[in-house]
């Protein structure tokens, strides 16, 4: 049985109290149960902070930002500095970005957490999904117990990494070819998250939720990986990020020479105690802390230097009840926190449920995965327009439990989600620009997805 594709499928359609009017042809396929709220004013990259200096968790009298904040546009005529600008200094040359030549899609796929060694990997060249292709991995992929599966991708080659119950990570070239696989940690039960590249010292970093776990896989880690893929043997070694010895670290994001990891602070019940971000410098491998308002960050955490390049968002769902996550702006320089949307606990609105993860348009849109599961079993894509202060429901019947399940390509300007139609699973884009979707029916059930990038 296909236990991702079946995990929180969308039992029924709930009739919304409050509807409003949306023309097809300015956002074409858009679902019946359409609805939009406005939502305090929240202007990208406003410094103003809900942290102290010290990098206090903000309390819950802290709101978003409202038209009232200092941190808009100043009355008077003068001119705002960039951020770590000074006007008498000549800035340093920045290193020119890499030229991205291309763009592809890669999706993982599982038979379910029960079938073992049953993950697949297909790769979209140039983002054509009417040719998308299977990559032959002889055995499967996953673990003898099940399979559960990420993606990870970076300037010359991708891997999908196993999950649940698994200890290997099967790289693969640039052509699309398998390469070969990779155990991290073998015969413990560990249950990896994420992987990037530290170019830096050319090695990888992999971050488990846990290592070394008896069978009740209830003890959290505190520990990330440090991979060097040497030929033909590979060197693993560890790195504590954190006092807490359930840490759990989770999702990750470069940012220059910085890597920002997630920190879910696990309990034996699976709740999440706090949030938290570790801060690991990839020339020296030091680690900072971040504590967050909200508890659980369980989403990717999203980058969009072409948007705003001073800070990092990303979504903490709480411990799946109303009203205790958020989405979160980060500042890469100072660390400070602020809260741009709180979950609601008000039934009917549109932010009656949880934040599960996201992605940001060049435009500067927000995509959000949400999640109603525990009220209507009804995950959402949500459409948040911070210039316009306007949040609206885009998609229904959204996959919200691939371990990645939103990726936007700043090539194409499409994001790729999954949603699930009774049985069945498809892989659906959405061009950010004009609307326009498409979709294409998968043969097994969602487990993440990713662009990447070729660079000149």
Known sequence: M???????????????????????????????????????????????????????????????????????VPDDDSTEIPDNEDPDETPDEEEPEPEITASHLIVATVGGYDVPMSGHVYYAKDENLDDLKEIAVEGGMGSSDGA???????????????????????FFTPNFEFEHEIQVKPDTYI???????????????I?????????????????????????????????EISEDESASPAKMKVVGKKLFIALQNLNKQALSAKGELAVVDLEDYSVESIPLPTTNPTGKIEYNKNVDKNHIYLTTTGNWKQGDGALLQVNTDTYEVRIVLRESEEENNILDGDFVDLSIADNGDFYIIFSNNIIYNDNSLLLYKPKEGNISKIDSKINAFAANPIDYSSVTGKIYYFVDEKSDTYLKSRDTNT??????????????LRVKYDYK
């Open 2 to 72: 296909n236990m991702k594709k079946f995990a929180f499928p969308a039992l029924l359609l709930i009739l919304l109290v409050f509807l409003v009017s949306c023309e097809d042809s300015t956002l074409p396929d858009l679902p019946d149960m359409d609805e939009s709220m406005d939502v305090d004013a929240f202007e990208i990259g406003d410094e103003e902070s809900t942290d102290d200096s010290d990098h206090t968790p903000a309390d819950d009298s802290i709101e978003p930002a409202d038209d009232s904040d200092e941190a808009n």
């Open 148 to 170: 559960d599966l990420n993606v990870a991708a970076w300037e010359n080659g991708f891997a999908v990494i196993g999950r649940h119950d698994s200890s290997s990570l099967y």
């Open 435 to 448: 609307g326009k979707s498409e979709k294409i029916l998968l043969d097994y059930g969602p487990a993440a």
């Open 207 to 239: 971050t488990s939720l846990n290592y070394d776990t008896p069978k009740d896989k209830k003890n959290y880690s505190n520990k990330i990986f440090i991979l060097k893929k040497t030929s033909p043997e590979a060197t693993v070694s560890m790195l």
């Open 191 to 205: 249950n990896m998250q994420d992987m990037v590249h530290n170019s830096l010292k050319e090695e990888f970093v």
